[in-house]
Structures are given as C-alpha cells and as structure tokens.
C-alpha cells in the first residue's frame, strides 16, 4: 500500500473551514529548490489498506498550476517582545529582578530578560548558562559574560537580579531561593536550593543592540526578527531599574514588599491580564512610568502559579496575586508565520465537503485538508457531518513512538514507519497535546496554524491503521457511496455558533473520535436534543476531555488534563484551570457531564490488538426496533470484519451505564465480545489497583450498540467503537454495519417524529467467557 511519507514539502491553512466567498490562504514551504505543483482536491477516501476501496481523491478547479518552491523558517519557543524604543537601552548603572522558576537549569544559553543581540554582541542580558546565574554585556565588538558560584536547582522559585554599577565597575549576581510548602518542587527545609550573591569587576558597558527588550529569550541578529535562547520555566513581576539597587533593597523586594519606585524603568504584572473569563489577551502590562506594555509571541501558557501560590486555591481567578507568572517553553509554537503563496476564494455555490490542498514536488508529497462549509445561516442537506476538529488539534503532531509505555498501551510492537522517524527528529512544527515540553511540562495548546503531519490523508497511525482525520474519511466515502447528500461543519462553528448549527439539519453525525470537548459544544447538543434533533455518534471515547477554543484565536485550541482520567501527562498542581475561559479542565465526567448522559454511552476500555464484533441483544427484536434491524437477521453477529483491527468493535470503546446517566428508556441493542486483556477497563472507573480488569474478565469491558428517543421526537444512536466506521466499506458497503447505520440514518432524516420508547426490561450482558 502507498502510506504517507516523509517529504520536504509542507504547508498549512490560514483556516480550517471556509465558506463560499471567503478565501483561504496557503502557507508552503520546501528544502528543495524549484517548483511544486499545487492542485484543490475533494478527498473521498483517505485508507490506503488494500482490503478497501483504497484511497480516493478528486481534483476540483481551483489552484492548479506550478509554483516557486522557497524555503520558510519556523522560528519556535515563547517569549514577551517589548518594543521600548529607546528607555531602556542603558548604556549606564541598571537592575533586572525577576522572580524564576527554572524547569531546565542544566540547560545552556538561557536568556531570562535583557536587551541583547546575540548576532551584534550588543546589550545586556540576565540569564541562566549551564545551572547557573549569568549577566550577559556586549559592547558590540565582543560579549562578556559573568557566571555566579550557586547552581540551581529544578522547578523552585527563587528571587534573581543582577545590578550593574559603573562609577564603583562593579556588578552584582543576586539569588535567593523564595521556596514555600507549595510552590516548588522541593520544599524550604531541603540544603540544596541554593541561592546567594556573586560580585566583581566590570570594567565594560553594554552597547545598544538596536533591538526590543524581550523576556524569555534574546534576538539573534539585528536584521531578522527570530529569537533564540529560550529561557525553560516560569518568570513572575520582572523589572528593571535605570540604577543598582542594594543588596538591602533586592532583600525587601524577595520579602514581598513593594518595590522601590526610585530609578524605576518597568515593572510587569503578568496578573493584570486576568479576568473573570480568563485570559484572552497577548498583551502584558506595564506598571512602570513609561507604560512600556508587552506582547506576548507563540503563547506562552499563562494561568499558571506563581511564587506567592499558597496552595488553598486553584482558580487564577478568585486569587490573580497568586498566579502571575507565565511558562515559556522553547518548543511552543502558535503560528509558523510564513508568508501566503497561494490564495483561493470559495465560488459561489461550490460544493461543501472535506477539501485539501496537494501539493507535488518530484518524490514528495503532502496535503493541506479544509473543509468548504455551505453557505452561511443555511444548510443544503438534511444530514450534516461534524467534523471533530477540536480533537484533531489535540492530536496534531503527536509523538506517541517517543512515550516508552506505548508498546504497553498497544499490546505490540508499535509499527514505526518513515514518518515517525522523521516526527521523532523534527520538532520545529509544534507538539501535541499528548506530548510533553523539552522541559518535561504538558502541552496546553495546539494551533492549525502550522503543518501537520498526520492531520493528513494516508496517514496511520502506531498501531498500523488510520486514526482521526483518515478515519473520519471512512464516513465520508461511505456517505459518498450511498448518494447520500451531506453538509460539513467543524468543531469551531458548533462552539461559536452552537444549537443554531444544529437545529438546520434532520441528523447531526459524528466522527469517529470526538473526544475533546468546549461547553458550548456540549450545551449545543443538550439543546438540540432536547429540541427534537437526532444524533447518531458513530465513535468511542467522545465528549471526554474539557477543552476550549481561544474567544479570538480561531486556531487555537487548550486542554489541561487534570487528576483523573487516560492521560499523556498532568498539569501541575493549581493549574487545571483553562486560561481561555477561567473554567476546570478534566474530564467531563468530573464535572457531572458524563457522554452517557447525552449519547448512552461512554469510554470504558482501549486496546489496539484486535477488534471484535457485536452480539445482539432482546432489545434488537423489539417492534420499536425493527427499523434498525431491518435486513439483518436474528443472531448474526454484527462487525466481524473491518478495516481497523479486523472488526466493528475496537481500538477505544463505550459502554452502557444507568449509574453514569444512560437515560433509562435507552434501547440495549448489541454488545461486543471477545476483547483480549489489552483491553483494560479505564482508568476512570479504578479507585484501587486490582487485577482482572481486562477483556477475558471484566464485563464492563464492551462496546454497547444503544438507541433512545428524546422529547418532541429526537432520538441518539450509538455505536460505541472507534472502529465502527472502519467496517462501513467493508464488500462496497454490503454488510451488517452499514446496513445498520443507513437503516438509521434514513429514518433520522425522516420528517415522521420518532415514537417515544416504552421503557425496556434493563438486561446487563453477560461476562465474556474465558478463552
């Protein structure tokens, strides 16, 4: 089969949907030199397992053409640039304070704030080199650097300043550790903190590098804007004086007291920005006379705790004092911010559905997938097709081959291919949220405003089959074959424009995984609902984790995976609240929203051996039932077959449950069987650590086909299975999955109410057998 490989050329959207009369832009770079061929193709199929259709495209007119090929730089890691120009290009006596929180102190070259450029060997800089505290002057032919004698120690605050005095030739490297019961690693009784003074001669002064003042990183030329030595950690209140303040004045500032106004140049208040709905600003304010206000660049996580964090609360928002630090991180990426070589307005009329890109370089290949939306207010067919773009973003760039337990996880070797390779050395494209920073901290933040290398048709994942995005092509191709007509929306238009979304259409499908999930979405489908909507959730593992999208940022998506639940990595401590909304982060089902509530069903096991199959329950040969029946006999199994795993019933599955919100007159269709003890029972449900929680022993560990009717004739079909979607093509869509799944669909986009269901006889499936 022809998978997705490892290329030189990439390029992303300005947008991940677009409508008729609006234009989307591409962004392409290449390390070759020469042209590329650039064409807009409709995606129909993105599997390339033989055993199906295989993959499927159609160009459209649009773009088509050859192009330059260029080279465009990704400059990645966070930093606040301040454009002061002018005040505080001291060429004279100067203190920088700042409170720090060093998550990488071994590492080298490490600029915490200063007006340095590293290309002129012009400025100052404080900074950390090699676990100790450092001041950098360049006096423009050559840079002098000052190291003092204490070595950090990780994930601790302390209190830092240097002072340069020229009439004494004297500079000062000041350190206290400010370590609390809860607000570092260690607590205040270890010895090795550390902390202390440094002096000595300076017999130079820092030239004017012609640049900004920047925290978290310093310039690397005077003619270019990238920005390199990353500082790893947390900065809280940092300042500058256009004097040396006393070792007596840098004491009272590390008390807590307020700082001294007299030779004050800047103070900024990272609290400031914090409001009741969160933080949604870039910007950092100055409380200095000269009001010299910065930006913040690749979006640093803020919302995080501070030195003064006492431990007694965890919202930033009921205690902003207590939070005013931000955490830079030398691989955060927002935005690569390469220029725009292709544009293309949407024609009118144009049909919606799932779009890319292609671009074509010799051997090299890559596409750049949007989805064209219908015309806005309106829907153009009954069924509409929800993307679950939310849960694309979290996944985007994932490093999982680099996760040691992966294998574990998988219950086999993982299958490694050219791709994943070429991930596990190329960072400069940003991480996922299932990965962890440089500095060893979860990633809060995914962005679509880069590439992404397995947001992509062909792409398979580490247990060798499609995952996400391609997997979601298996609805897509299966609608396609059956003539059924269908309109497109993502996650982004659901969570700004919610239930008016919804309430065009007869029948709202999911993908194959919507995991991650905003409130407004989740208030969107209540409402629908509720409103005589139907659904039909075609996946696993959905409606899990609380995310939110940025108010403003359209591309920009944040999670933080707090104390429970499947997770990659936890958030630290008082910060499992989400910065763009001020609201808990988790799992929904901490916060009394669990999937069964909405769609039946809910996450119950993950396994990535095999699939299974379902087997049919009383409710099926209800005449309330038969609908979905029809053409399907009684006892057949249903999904012993696939794309994915070999069946219908796999890889992440959900379950039936009255104790978590299955509303009670849910139909119980089907269960599967045969999961193999790679199959555990998740996380979420375990109080204690107990044996016989896989698939050979425990009966929670199913996938439940249910369906239940709502008010004012609505109604929800499960299927439970990330895999279902994945047997829907299986014989040109001539089998027991699909015929199920249109059988329901039909009737869904029916006018005809949906009869409210008497309430069955409650039936707990029977424990699996032993093998």
């Known amino acids: 089969m022809t998978e997705l490989r490892a290329t030189e050329i990439h390029g992303y959207g300005d947008r991940a949907s677009v409508g008729p009369g609006e234009t989307i832009e591409f962004k392409v770079s290449s390390t070759a030199a020469g042209t590329y061929r650039a064409d807009i193709v409709r995606l129909v199929n993105g599997d390339t397992n033989p055993a199906g259709p295989g993959f499927t495209e159609v160009e459209v007119d649009g773009v088509s053409g050859e192009y330059p090929a260029r080279f465009q730089p990704t400059d990645a890691g966070s930093y606040i640039l301040v454009d002061d120009g002018g005040p505080l290009a001291t060429e004279g006596a100067l203190t920088l304070h700042a409170f720090i929180y060093p998550t990488t102190p071994q590492k080298h070259d490490q600029i915490v704030l200063g007006r340095y450029v590293k290309g002129t060997n012009a400025g100052y800089a404080l900074s950390i080199n090699d676990g100790r505290l450092s001041f950098l002057i360049g006096d423009g032919d050559s840079t002098t650097v000052f190291e003092a004698d204490q070595l950090f120690h990780p994930s601790c605050w302390y209190s830092v300043a240097v002072t340069l005095d020229p009439a004494a030739q004297r500079y000062t490297l000041y350190s206290r550790p400010v370590v609390n019961s809860v607000n570092s690693l260690l607590a205040p009784i270890s010895p090795i903190i550390g902390g202390g003074d440094s002096t000595g001669v300076v017999d130079i002064l820092p030239a004017d590098s012609a640049g900004p003042f920047i925290i978290g990183g310093g310039r690397t030329s005077s003619h270019d804007e990238a920005v390199d030595s990353h500082f790893n950690g947390k900065v809280d209140s940092p300042k500058v004086w256009s004097r040396a303040l006393s070792v007596v004045e840098l004491d009272s500032i590390t008390r807590g007291e307020r700082p001294t106004s007299d030779g004050l140049l800047a103070w900024w208040d990272f609290a400031a920005a914090i409001g009741s709905d969160g933080i949604s600003t870039d910007a950092v304010h100055d409380n200095g006379p000269l009001a010299l206000h910065g930006q913040c660049v690749n979006f640093p996580t803020r919302a995080v705790t501070g030195w003064r964090w006492e431990g007694r609360e965890e919202n930033f928002i009921h205690a902003p004092e207590q939070y005013g630090a931000i955490h830079f991180h030398d691989d955060d ?58 849960s694309y973003l979290a996944y985007a760039n994932e490093h999982f081959n680099d996760v040691q337990i992966a294998q574990s996880i998988f219950g086999r070797t993982s299958v490694i291919d050219e791709l994943d390779f070429w991930l596990h050395s190329h960072t400069e494209f940003g991480r996922s949220t299932y990965d962890t920073h440089t500095d060893g901290s979860g990633v809060h933040y995914s962005s679509w405003l880069r590439p992404i290398v397995n947001l992509r048709p062909k792409f398979r994942t580490v247990t060798g089959g499609p995952w996400q995005f391609p997997a979601d092509l298996h609805l897509a191709a299966w609608l396609e074959s059956l003539g059924i007509e269908y309109d497109i929306a993502t996650d982004r238009e659901l969570h700004d424009e919610g239930d008016e979304l919804l309430s065009r259409y007869k029948v709202v499908l999911t993908g194959s995984h919507p995991e991650y999930y905003t409130r407004q979405m989740l208030d969107a489908w209540e409402t629908y609902l509720a409103g005589g909507g139907r659904g039909m959730y075609l996946g696993a593992n959905g409606f899990y984790w609380i995310a939110n999208w940025h108010p403003e940022k359209k591309h920009l998506m944040e999670v933080r995976k707090a104390e429970w639940g499947s997770r990659a990595w936890q958030a630290a401590p008082g910060e499992y609240y989400l910065q763009t909304n001020g609201e808990r982060s988790g799992l929904w089902r901490g916060r009394a929203r669990a999937p069964q509530k909405l769609f039946g069903t809910g996450f119950t096991s993950e396994g990535f051996d095999e699939s299974s199959y379902y087997v049919q329950m009383p409710d099926t040969r209800d005449p309330q039932a038969a609908f979905i029946m029809e053409g399907i006999d009684p006892g057949e199994k249903i999904g012993d077959f696939g794309l994915v795993g070999g069946g219908a019933a796999g890889s992440e599955i959900d379950r039936y449950d009255l104790s978590l919100g299955t509303p009670p007159h849910t139909f119980l269709l089907a269960y599967s069987e045969g999961h193999s003890d790679n199959y555990p029972r998740v996380v979420d449900d375990i109080m204690f650590n107990y044996p016989m929680v896989g698939g050979t022993m425990d009966p929670n560990v199913r996938a439940d086909i249910t369906y239940f009717t709502t008010s004012q004739g609505g109604g929800m ?23 199920m799944t249109e059988n329901v669909l039909r009737r869904f986009m029916a006018d005809e109410p949906l009869p409210p269901l008497h309430q069955p006889q409650v039936v707990t499936p029977p424990v699996p057998a032993s093998p």
């Open 333 to 390: 990426l927002e935005d690569c911010r390469w220029d725009t070589d292709i544009s293309w307005e949407i024609p009118p009329g144009f049909r919606t559905g799932i779009y890319a890109l292609r671009l074509l370089q010799g051997e090299s290949e890559d596409w750049v997938p949007f989805f064209v939306l219908p015309p806005a207010g309106k829907a153009t067919a009954r069924v509409l097709m929800l993307v679950p773009t939310t």
């Open 717 to 739: 079909f499960s299927t439970s299975s990330i895999a279902w979607c994945g047997s829907l093509l299986e014989n040109d869509a001539i089998n027991n999955v699909s015929r």
